[in-house]
Nanobody, 126 residues
């Protein structure tokens, strides 16, 4: 089992920044690819960003490319999502998730992730 706990959400004005953190415990964090997903009210969960187990490869949704940066610190068992130039349409609950990473590619599909955090609310005001 991998336990994931997100933090760093909050209320911010459009154009502002937030950094989300996701702390992992349980099994060896560096074996897992990590992803960030979000879900707005009345909408389906959508992919935001993902990173390979090593941190060498990163992936982004087109809607956040150039504004968000995913990173990880395997020594601290933590993955981050730096969000800049936030827009009202970024408002959602943000979830971090993990799937086995070694020997397989990084998935962009939420159904492929085995472990999930409880989510953190991000609200961007206009």
């Amino acid at each position: 089992q991998v336990q994931l706990v997100e933090s760093g959400g909050g209320l911010v004005q459009a154009g502002g920044s937030l950094r989300l953190s996701c702390a992992a415990s349980g099994r060896t964090f560096s074996n897992y690819a990590m992803g960030w997903f979000r879900q707005a009210p009345g909408k389906e969960r959508e992919f935001v960003a993902a990173i390979s187990w090593s941190g060498d490869s990163t992936y982004y949704a087109d809607s956040v490319k150039g504004r968000f940066t995913i990173s990880r610190d395997n020594a601290k068992n933590t993955v981050y999502l730096q969000m800049n130039s936030l827009k009202p349409e970024d408002t959602a609950v943000y979830y971090c998730a993990a799937h086995w990473g070694r020997g397989r590619g990084v998935s962009l599909r939420w159904r492929d992730y085995d472990y999930w955090g409880q989510g953190t609310q991000v609200t961007v005001s206009s």
